[in-house]
């Protein structure tokens, strides 16, 4: 499945997929906004056998077929190198 990827300008480390180029018709627009000013990372093309560094790719896969966009959160390591007003409440 071909999906593209975008980056969240506002928050590091943060990044949505989407099955279509500049289509963000599926992704809810409170979500959308709280992404900031997306910049457009790369296209990809995955099946679910195929190892990425940090997802699942049959959960992507999965996610693009049955909501139309799926959302890469920071990994715990990454969180820690966030800035802390930043970084999500651990506790």
């Known amino acids: 499945m071909q999906c593209f990827i975008y980056k969240s300008l506002k928050k590091d480390y943060l990044y949505l997929y989407i099955a279509h180029k500049d289509d963000f018709s599926k992704v809810p627009n409170e979500l959308l906004n709280s992404?900031?000013?997306?910049?457009?990372?790369?296209?990809?093309?995955?099946?679910?056998?195929?190892?990425?560094?940090?997802?699942?790719?049959?959960?992507?896969?999965?996610?693009?077929?049955?909501?139309?966009?799926?959302?890469?959160?920071?990994?715990?390591?990454?969180?820690?190198?966030?800035?802390?007003f930043l970084r999500e409440d651990d506790n």
């Open 35 to 84: 992404f900031g000013k997306l910049e457009f990372v790369m296209d990809l093309y995955i099946t679910k056998d195929r190892k990425l560094a940090r997802e699942d790719a049959g959960k992507i896969i999965q996610c693009l077929i049955d909501q139309g966009f799926f959302v890469q959160l920071p990994s715990l390591e990454d969180k820690r190198c966030l800035p802390p």
